[in-house]
């Protein structure tokens, strides 16, 4: 990366799997305007489900998910009640109205669950929704979790990916992060899935934790491609203590500087692309054939609150505790505390807290930042022609960017590029048509 910007990786700015960001959700947004929105879906449009589990049985350090540890099961079993009483609201409203292309469950443990649990969901959401015949289910597993009960569970269930978080095998590392994992359990996961059926399988790699170095991070990816994943999500371990005090059982000191953590990240991504694996937006590899690489090719590229994805589904709706949907309107988010949202979905009403109805302009903000997260580019033309004059306004804005002598932004043709050595700041420049970031108080992790 050239030295002017190097500083620029350590500023502080949004992953971008929304915009308008969830900071910038406000409680204008309730259980009627998201029943509004949701008798505006048709009955041939498809959407997708995510379900967010919101307990793990052991607490990782480094986890900024909204997510508690129990050692016992009678919360989770209350939980369940509530949710299932929430899919039951839900479809009731959808009521021959919308087909399922994607489900995934998320956390989190959604493998904490007990196998006749997991089955029985399953089959609720099959029951109370039209699912197509070839809508995938994606599951977030702890490989910690797992025996071969779930194993079967999550087959019963018709999973069709599963999505593995490995971090980093250095036993050093995974002290530190209290996440204490073998690569021999979770080869027998991956195994596992397969022989019952899984066709694709995602690795969950991180960067910048506690004790790395280059030398493990390069033993961790060796060790990785050996299961020959389908697909690879690299991330960088964002530290925010303020936002999740378990974090402060990391000690700074133990981290790496931007410096090292650009070091590790582009080591990583060397020997995955290396491997034969396809480099699809900031930070996922995909083996060619996989649908993540395919959708990447023709610009076709999506990015929500769960990463990247091939998810073309213009409603994403959410269930559980903080969970976020994403209806054409806008978004909406559950009500974060479990046990309000219990109350709430148990008296048969729509859990939503807060949300954002969005503008034109949020609209083609948002269109712009989405395809520079997967693209580094974004058209000139059909920016004008979706927006109109409010698209006509934000390419003189990319026309600033490219021209204040940061060389961020290149216009090549009728597109505006990121160049290629300006990559790992693609978040940063995606923040420069983020017209809430200043104004707001949120508090956000370094942007590689």
């Not at 009483?85 to 443990?109: C, P, Q, Y």
């Not at 593995?164 to 027998?188: C, M, W, Y």
């Not at 899935?193 to 506690?210: A, I």
């Not at 806008?330 to 709430?344: F, L, M, P, S």
């Amino acid at each position: 990366m050239r030295p002017d910007l190097t500083a620029s990786l350590s500023e502080n700015v949004p992953r971008y799997t929304s915009y308008p960001t969830a900071p910038h959700f406000h409680a204008g947004i309730d259980d009627m305007v998201v029943r509004g929105w949701l008798r505006t879906i048709g009955a041939v449009d498809e959407i997708s489900l995510y379900l967010h589990v919101p307990y793990c049985d052991k607490l990782c350090w480094f986890c900024a998910c909204h997510t508690k540890q129990t050692r016992h099961y009678a919360p989770v079993a209350s939980f369940l009640r509530s949710l299932h009483s929430e899919i039951e609201t839900v479809a009731e409203l959808l009521r021959g109205k919308g087909r399922v292309r994607a489900v995934h469950f998320g956390g989190g443990s959604p493998t904490m669950l007990t196998p006749d649990d997991l089955v029985a969901l399953g089959r609720r959401l099959r029951a109370e929704f039209d699912f197509l015949n070839d809508a995938t289910v994606s599951v977030e597993i702890e490989p910690n979790d797992m025996d071969e009960a779930r194993l079967d569970a999550l087959a019963q269930i018709g999973m069709t990916r599963a999505s593995l978080g490995v971090q980093d095998f250095d036993p050093r590392v995974q002290k530190a992060i209290n996440r204490e994992q073998s690569f021999l359990q979770t080869k027998q996961v991956v195994d596992g899935v397969r022989s019952r059926g899984t066709k694709s399988v995602n690795l969950d790699l991180l960067y910048g934790l506690p004790h790395q170095t280059l030398q493990s991070i390069a033993t961790t990816v060796e060790q990785a491609l050996t299961l020959a994943p389908d697909r690879v999500a690299l991330f960088g371990y964002a530290h925010v203590p303020w936002f999740k005090k378990h974090q402060t059982m990391i000690d700074e000191a133990w981290l790496p500087d931007s410096a090292q953590r650009l070091g590790q990240s582009q080591l990583a991504a060397k020997m995955i692309e290396t491997a034969g694996y396809q480099a699809v937006g900031l930070d996922h590899f995909a083996k060619p054939g996989d649908s993540l690489a395919i959708a990447a090719a023709p610009g076709k590229l999506r990015r929500n609150f769960q990463g990247y994805t091939e998810d073309q589904c213009e409603t994403l709706i959410g269930f559980g505790p903080s969970s976020i949907s994403r209806y054409k309107q806008g978004y909406a988010q559950n009500i974060v505390a479990t046990g309000e949202y219990e109350k709430v979905v148990d008296g048969r009403r729509l859990a939503t807290a807060r949300g954002v109805e969005l503008s034109l302009d949020d609209q083609a903000r948002a269109w712009i930042i989405e395809r520079l997260m997967c693209d580094f580019s974004f058209p000139a033309i059909e920016l004008v022609e979706c927006f109109g004059d409010v698209g006509q306004g934000l390419l003189l804005q990319a026309s600033r960017l490219g021209n204040v002598g940061s060389g961020l932004l290149r216009l090549q043709g009728d597109d505006f590029v990121v160049p290629v050595e300006c990559r790992p700041l693609v978040r940063t420049i995606a923040a420069k048509f983020d017209k809430y970031l200043q104004a707001g108080t949120a508090r956000h992790s370094v942007a590689f």
